[in-house]
T-cell receptor, first 115, second 115 residues
Framework: GDSVTQMEGPVTLSEEAFLTINCTYTATGYPSLFWYVQYPGEGLQLLLKATKADDKGSNKGFEATYRKETTSFHLEKGSVQVSDSAVYFCALSERSGGGADGLTFGKGTHLIIQP | DAGVIQSPRHEVTEMGQEVTLRCKPISGHDYLFWYRQTMMRGLELLIYFNNNVPIDDSGMPEDRFSAKMPNASFSTLKIQPSEPRDSAVYFC?????????????FGQGTRLTVV
């Protein structure tokens, strides 16, 4: 079955540091890939997405590139802020001829940014 | 649109009691998903609906769990009888029917505590 593997957390960084959160996946088909973010006490929000190989998703300074050859979708940001502290989830969804399927999530990476 | 609305935000109940969680999806969305989030297992898809019809309930852990969607604007997840191991945050999400791409919008979740 489908699965998503993320680096274990928590990840603690200083403000303005460079961020990488690794994500790899296994899928039977050709999935779409997503990063969701969950701020404390809130539901998940879509951060960025990519639907085909070599696509780069970007939002709020975060980027991730769909790498089919390495089955990866690593999240990066050049300079993190305290407000980026949250839990980040990598996820995939299999394409299925016209419909929408449920998302398969990684376990989440808790990011803590210190001033 | 107000987004996906879940109620209650918090629920504390005694073991053996019936618990009903409620969800109002975004208007016009054809798909509705119920997820459970725990520290041990992360985010798990329990069940999803398309046009009010349950499509995949393979994630529902036991017969104690049931979900309904009587109309396009309302869904319930019921646990009867509840057990302490059901304690978790339950999220509802909805999405449009987009070919090959799934983007889910999440509610803020219901934190369930069974004592």
């Amino acid at each position: 079955g489908d699965s998503v593997t993320q680096m274990e957390g928590p990840v603690t960084l200083s403000e303005e540091a460079f961020l990488t959160i690794n994500c790899t996946y296994t899928a039977t088909g050709y999935p779409s890939l997503f990063w969701y973010v969950q701020y404390p006490g809130e539901g998940l929000q879509l951060l960025l997405k990519a639907t085909k190989a070599d696509d780069k998703g970007s939002n709020k300074g975060f980027e991730a590139t769909y790498r089919k050859e390495t089955t990866s979708f690593h999240l990066e940001k050049g300079s993190v802020q305290v407000s980026d502290s949250a839990v980040y989830f990598c996820a995939l969804s299999e394409r299925s001829g016209g419909g929408a399927d449920g998302l398969t999530f990684g376990k989440g990476t808790h990011l803590i940014i210190q001033p | 649109d107000a987004g996906v609305i879940q109620s209650p935000r918090h629920e504390v109940t005694e073991m053996g009691q019936e618990v009903t969680l409620r969800c109002k999806p975004i208007s016009g969305h054809d798909y509705l998903f119920w997820y459970r989030q725990t520290m041990m297992r992360g985010l798990e898809l329990l069940i999803y609906f398309n046009n009010n019809v349950p499509i995949d309930d393979s994630g529902m852990p036991e017969d104690r769990f049931s979900a309904k969607m009587p109309n396009a604007s309302f869904s319930t997840l019921k646990i009867q009888p509840s057990e302490p191991r059901d304690s978790a945050v339950y999220f509802c999400a909805s999405s449009l029917k987009l070919p090959g791409v799934t983007e889910a919008f999440f509610g803020q979740g219901t934190r369930l505590t069974v004592v």
